[in-house]
Structures are given as C-alpha cells and as structure tokens.
C-alpha cells in the first residue's frame, strides 16, 4: 500500500509543496533584483522540461551492457525518479531555453533559493515513504514497523540513519545561508547556485554511504557515481572562481565630500 | 491629411501588458491536461496491452499547447500550459507509478 494523506499520495502533497514554495521563492527573488523580463518565463519552461525528462530518465543506464537497461518506455513508466537526475535536466533545460530565446543574464541566482527550500519541503516526502537509510547504532535511528519494513524490503524494528533527515537539515540550513547571508554578500551574479549546487554535491556523496541504495562498483552507489564524474567540474569552477576574485567583496566607493 | 493625436506631454507610451494571468491559468489547464492525459493514457495502454499506447493521450495534450506558442497572441497561454502540464509531470511522478502498477494488477 502506498502511504497516502487523506485519498492523495504523501509523496506527491510534499513534493506538490515544495514546488509552492520553490514558486514563491523564485518570484520573490526576481523581484529583488528586477529579472522582470518576460523571457524568464521560457527559461523556467526549460528548466520544468529539462527537469521532467532528466528525473525519470536519468537512471536509466544501470548496466554498461545497454541490451540490459529498461526500454525507454519501460523506464519512463516504471523507473527510478532522480533527483540529481532532474538537476541536471534543469540545469540542460535552463541553458538550452536561453539560447533559444537569446536571455543573456545569469538565472542561477534566482533558482538557488528555490530550489534549497523546494528540496528541503519535498524531502519530506521521500522520509515518508522510502526506505530511511542502512542500520545504524546510533540512538536517533528511525524504526520501521512490520507494514512499512515488508513494503521497503527492509529489516523491522532495526534503526536505521534517517538519511533524508540528514538531507532535510542540509537543504533548510543551505536556504537559510542563501536567503539571509549570501544573495546579500555575494556581487557576482549566478555564483550562488554553483555554490549550493557544489556543496550539495559534496553532502549527497557522504549522505550516500548511509542511503541504503545499490552499491553497484567499487564500494559506489549511482548517485556516487555520477557525482564523481560531476562533481569534480563544478568544484573546479568554484575554485577558479575563487581564483579569480569573484567571491571577493568588491568595495564600497567612499562618499565623496562636497565642498 | 489628418494628423494622428499627439499624447499630452509627459505621457510615454502605454504601460506594457503583463501576462501573469494568462500564464496562471494556463498554468492550471496545464495541470489538468497532464492529469487527464496521462489517465487515459495508463487505460489506453491497459486496453490495448501495450506500454508504448500510454504516451498517446499526453502527446494529444502536448500538441495544442505547442501550437499555441506558434501565434503571438496566444503565446503566452501555451507557455503558462506547458509550464503546467512539467510541473504536473514532476510533482505526480510518484502517483504515476502507483496508478500504472494499480492498472497493471
């Protein structure tokens, strides 16, 4: 049986909530700093779509035996939904509608925020659902009862790390630093998103470990995997960025005296 | 030759019509598109016994907000319904799973 609020999916009123508030966000944000245009319109059209595709189709190599994966179909109707995987989309999606529509300024600033507070409200859907993480011996494990333990495949009454938990606190205190702090303080326009996204990164490959998902080479998950062919790019951004001065404050000009 | 009135000094152009309204309720009909499609999709494809058949509804419910953003008058209400119809597409990823299994037994 699929956990349900009310006649509707827990999964889905979640993420459904966190899209809200990701939407008021957004909003809010391009107000501040007067992104008015119109144009941003296809540009969050792109993301949607980029989003959409990527998060049901990005788990779709399993095998590097590609007669092994699913069909398309199989794996759009039935396959794995990705949260990296519709990152990416997104982020493709955002990219491929502003060249299409020739919007030249920098939007990350505008989906870092959003996104921080969408994930942090839509995690709680995973938390309530899915399987929570591996057993733990720490005293905060969550335990399942028997229903849920024999719908997740997973051991009853055993604690296990409450991964999305773990992921929830990440993803609020990343809005709170990013709201309060950072889209105050830093100059350089779309600097925020790679920096949540790179933080992001490194958290989701630790968060992994205690996941619980398939370990499929070398002692890695899918999600490890494709953060270690990812993960090092953006990184490398961020430190050439930094190189360059870019997270540096440029200085306030001192009030010139009128004689 | 009459002369075309001239605006009173101090008046610009007309103010830029928005399309927040266009965009929200296309935004709506988007959400219901995706929803009513996709339904008939999982049962097409369960009359029929073939998965492929599930992606016909929603192709349908594609095609006419993509032939909205071809005329400029009526742009704007094909973005704000696909905005809709992904957004849809995202948030009910999960129930689509459940409603697919449910239909497969």
Same mark, same amino acid.
């Given at each position: 049986?699929?956990?349900?609020?009310?006649?509707?999916? !827990?999964? @889905?009123?979640?993420?459904?909530?966190?899209?809200?508030? $990701?939407?008021?966000?957004?909003?809010?944000?391009?107000?501040?700093?007067?992104? *008015? @245009?119109?144009?941003?319109?296809?540009?969050?059209?792109?993301? %949607?779509?980029?989003?959409?595709?990527?998060?049901?189709?990005?788990?779709?190599?399993?095998?590097?035996? %590609?007669?092994?994966?699913?069909?398309?179909?199989?794996?759009? %109707?039935?396959?794995?939904?990705?949260?990296?995987?519709?990152?990416?989309?997104? #982020?493709?999606?955002?990219?491929?509608?502003?060249?299409?529509?020739?919007?030249?300024?920098?939007?990350?600033?505008?989906?870092?925020?959003?996104?921080?507070?969408?994930?942090?409200?839509?995690?709680?859907?995973?938390?309530?659902?899915?399987?929570?993480?591996?057993? !733990?011996? !720490?005293?905060?494990?969550?335990?399942?009862?028997?229903?849920?333990?024999?719908?997740?495949?997973?051991?009853?009454?055993?604690?296990?790390?409450?991964?999305?938990?773990?992921?929830?606190?990440?993803?609020?205190? $990343?809005?709170?630093?990013?709201?309060? #702090?950072?889209?105050?303080?830093?100059?350089?326009?779309?600097? !925020?998103? *790679?920096?949540?996204?790179? $933080?992001?990164?490194?958290?989701?490959?630790?968060?992994?470990?205690?996941?619980?998902?398939?370990?499929? #080479? $070398?002692? %890695? *998950?899918?999600?490890?995997?494709?953060?270690?062919?990812?993960?090092?790019?953006?990184?490398?951004?961020?430190?050439?960025?930094? /190189? /360059?001065?870019?997270?540096? /404050?440029?200085?306030?000009?001192?009030?010139?005296?009128?004689? | 030759?009459?002369?075309?009135?001239?605006?009173?000094?101090?008046?610009?152009?007309?103010?830029?019509?928005?399309?927040?309204?266009?965009?929200?309720?296309?935004?709506?009909?988007?959400?219901?598109?995706?929803?009513?499609?996709?339904?008939?999709?999982?049962?097409?494809?369960? &009359?029929?016994? &073939?998965?492929?058949?599930?992606?016909?509804?929603?192709?349908?419910?594609?095609?006419?907000?993509?032939?909205?953003?071809? &005329?400029?008058?009526?742009?704007?209400?094909?973005?704000?319904?696909?905005?809709?119809?992904?957004?849809?597409?995202?948030?009910?990823?999960? +129930?689509?799973?459940?409603?697919?299994? +449910?239909?497969?037994?």
């Amino acid at each position: 049986m699929y956990p349900t609020l009310g006649p509707l999916p !827990t999964h @889905d009123v979640f993420v459904g909530l966190g899209v809200l508030a $990701a939407v008021a966000v957004f909003v809010a944000e391009a107000r501040r700093r007067g992104q *008015t @245009d119109e144009r941003i319109a296809y540009v969050v059209l792109g993301a %949607l779509v980029g989003g959409a595709v990527f998060m049901r189709l990005g788990t779709w190599l399993q095998h590097l035996d %590609l007669r092994q994966n699913a069909s398309l179909t199989e794996q759009w %109707l039935y396959g794995n939904r990705s949260i990296l995987g519709g990152l990416f989309g997104a #982020w493709l999606g955002v990219h491929v509608a502003k060249r299409l529509v020739g919007y030249r300024p920098r939007t990350g600033d505008l989906f870092a925020p959003a996104v921080a507070l969408g994930m942090a409200i839509g995690r709680v859907g995973c938390l309530l659902t899915e399987l929570p993480g591996t057993p !733990t011996g !720490t005293s905060w494990g969550i335990r399942l009862d028997p229903a849920a333990a024999h719908r997740l495949h997973a051991p009853a009454g055993v604690p296990l790390h409450p991964s999305f938990v773990y992921e929830i606190v990440f993803h609020a205190a $990343a809005f709170c630093v990013l709201w309060f #702090w950072l889209r105050h303080r830093l100059d350089a326009p779309g600097e !925020t998103l *790679t920096l949540y996204l790179a $933080a992001y990164g490194v958290f989701r490959f630790a968060v992994e470990l205690v996941r619980g998902n398939e370990v499929v #080479w $070398a002692g %890695l *998950t899918r999600p490890q995997l494709f953060l270690l062919a990812t993960l090092p790019l953006v990184l490398a951004r961020v430190a050439w960025q930094a /190189r /360059r001065g870019v997270y540096r /404050r440029r200085p306030v000009p001192a009030p010139v005296e009128v004689a | 030759m009459t002369q075309p009135p001239v605006p009173p000094a101090g008046y610009g152009a007309p103010p830029k019509r928005g399309h927040t309204l266009e965009l929200l309720v296309g935004a709506l009909l988007g959400g219901v598109d995706a929803v009513v499609t996709g339904v008939l999709g999982v049962v097409v494809a369960g &009359n029929v016994g &073939n998965g492929v058949w599930s992606f016909g509804p929603p192709v349908v419910g594609l095609l006419v907000p993509v032939v909205l953003l071809l &005329n400029e008058s009526t742009r704007w209400w094909g973005v704000g319904i696909l905005i809709g119809f992904f957004l849809t597409l995202i948030v009910l990823g999960g +129930a689509c799973v459940a409603l697919i299994s +449910a239909f497969s037994g």
